[in-house]
């Protein structure tokens, strides 16, 4: 059974869809989802999931969307050939589809059929009246294949070694984040947090975290952060990349403003002026000593 629906705009672009509630319009998309390939579905089965009321299948019988086919609400989606068809050899018939001819005798319903060169393979069952095909795909040249005229030029350049495994790409980029790191403690745990961070998303790439790891250098300068209060290499690498940081330059504290240092008088280069006193001559000094000292 497909996995794709689809759904004509000439159908729900109408005035005559686009009139009915919003809960009717969201009931016939989701009966279109859930039906088989010749466009039968369980009513009652999508209202109950949906929240949907039988007002609102009222309304859908009505206005010619629908036809319901028994007490069970097993309904007939009217368009379902408009909106969806699928190959033949596709095909898996309806287990509805003996009601649905009873029920709408003229209706016509894509036939399942096989594939013309089934019969050809040797060793291969025939198909049992279920319309899937039974090759594996393939061309006289192999599987097919996404040929380069079908790439574009930027996906061309961007495509990866494929001799390298992703863990080898994870541990070569880990390298070169780890050689930028300052405090490289706990470096086979940084590298584990960062291989499954890369798995996470393909958004998560090496440049998203370089980018990330540069903006912390920048922080722990900016903020005059020492190394032995900057995070372990484990413990960044863990989630912490993400944390919002204090852009602002650090300030001086309270009361300790820069001072103004003058430099010392270099008295030894000190010349006294013309007009200083005369120093005291060895006669008088000794006169003094003399005089005082009795």
């Given at each position: 059974m497909a996995q794709r629906r689809m759904f004509s705009q000439r159908i729900v672009e109408s005035a005559?869809?686009?009139?009915?509630?919003p809960s009717?319009?969201?009931?016939?998309?989701?009966?279109?989802?859930?039906a088989d390939v010749d466009g039968v579905v369980e009513g009652y089965n999508v209202m109950k999931?949906?929240?949907?009321?039988?007002?609102?299948?009222?309304?859908?019988?009505a206005k010619g969307f629908i036809?319901?086919?028994?007490?069970?609400?097993?309904?007939?989606?009217?368009?379902?050939?408009?909106n969806n068809r699928i190959r033949s050899d596709r095909k898996v018939?309806?287990?509805y589809r003996d009601l649905l001819v009873k029920m709408l005798p003229d209706i016509q319903i894509q036939q399942?059929?096989?594939?013309?060169?089934?019969?050809?393979?040797a060793g291969?069952?025939?198909i049992e009246q279920n319309g899937r095909p039974v090759d594996n795909q393939w061309t006289p040249n192999g599987p097919h294949r996404l040929g380069k005229d079908r790439l574009g030029k930027d996906s061309i350049n961007n495509i990866v070694d494929s001799s390298e495994s992703p863990t080898q790409i994870y541990e070569s980029e880990f390298e070169k984040l780890w050689s930028l790191y300052p405090k490289k403690q706990g470096k086979q745990a940084a590298l584990r947090h960062y291989k499954t961070w890369r798995k996470r998303s393909k958004d998560n790439t090496f440049d998203v975290m370089k980018?990330?790891?540069?903006?912390y250098l920048k922080y722990l300068k900016i903020r005059q952060i020492p190394l032995e209060f900057t995070l372990n290499g484990s413990t960044w690498f863990n989630g912490r990349f993400d944390d919002e940081l204090d852009m602002t330059p650090i300030q001086p504290r309270y009361g300790q403003q820069r001072r103004i240092i003058h430099k010392a008088t270099d008295w030894s280069k000190y010349q006294q002026s013309s007009g200083a006193t005369p120093k005291m001559t060895a006669e008088e000094r000794n006169k003094i000593f003399r005089e005082y000292g009795k």
């Open positions: 005559r869809f686009l009139k009915m509630p009717t319009q969201a009931l016939y998309f989701h009966l279109g989802l859930h999931q949906t929240g949907a009321t039988e007002d609102d299948l009222k309304i859908l019988t036809t319901v086919l028994n007490s069970d609400l097993v309904t007939y989606i009217t368009d379902w050939q408009e018939d309806s287990i399942a059929k096989a594939r013309a060169d089934t019969g050809k393979k291969v069952k025939a980018e990330k790891l540069e903006h």
